[in-house]
């Protein structure tokens, strides 16, 4: 059974109701997955979980949350090499650059992240929260 960790920050619900979908998605596929609003989580945890999927939206002008989220994806970062990752978030008006830019970033790390990464337009509707549910249930896949 694998285990999974969605790690996510969330300000007004919208990654959150991603993380939540992402979490059922890899349960029903028989994950043993657990769900951590970011400060519950650590760098030491990143080595309890064979895949690990950080939840985050774009926030400052294309850019990780920078107060809670951005210090301990951090501290994970020296943890990366060769982990299975998964990436999501909501987004508003941008184009989805913070996105672009974050895969670059755990790719260059060495990460591996065999779905790729899921964003979603402000709050997630029906159909985007099967994805996110089929995004964990790939992943767990
Ligand atoms: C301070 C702040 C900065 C933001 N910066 C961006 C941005 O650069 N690009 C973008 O597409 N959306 C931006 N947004 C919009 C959020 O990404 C969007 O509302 C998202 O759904 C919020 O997700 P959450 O409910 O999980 O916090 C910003 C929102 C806030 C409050």
């Known amino acids: 059974m694998k285990k999974m960790a969605v790690v ?9 109701q991603m ?9 029903e596929a028989g994950a043993e997955a657990e769900l951590f609003q970011v400060g519950q989580f650590s760098a030491k945890s990143v080595e309890d ?9 774009s926030m400052g002008a294309e850019v990780l949350e920078e107060a809670e ?5 951090e ?3 020296g943890k990366l090499s060769g982990k299975t990752l998964g990436l999501f978030g909501s987004y508003g ?3 989805g650059e913070w996105m672009r830019d974050w895969e670059q970033d755990v790719l260059q790390l060495g990460a591996l992240l065999p779905q790729g990464y899921l964003i979603l337009n402000e709050t997630p509707d029906q ?3 099967e ?4 995004y964990g249930k790939n992943l767990a896949g």
């Open 131 to 134: 994805e996110c549910k089929n």
């Open 75 to 77: 501290a994970c970062k």
């Open 93 to 95: 008006w941008g184009d």
């Open 49 to 57: 979980f064979d895949v690990v999927i950080f939840g985050c939206p």
């Open 127 to 129: 159909e985007g929260l």
């Open 8 to 16: 996510y920050w969330s300000g007004t619900g919208n990654t959150e």
């Open 69 to 73: 989220f951005e210090p301990v994806y």
């Open 19 to 27: 993380a939540e979908a992402v979490f059922q998605g890899a349960k």
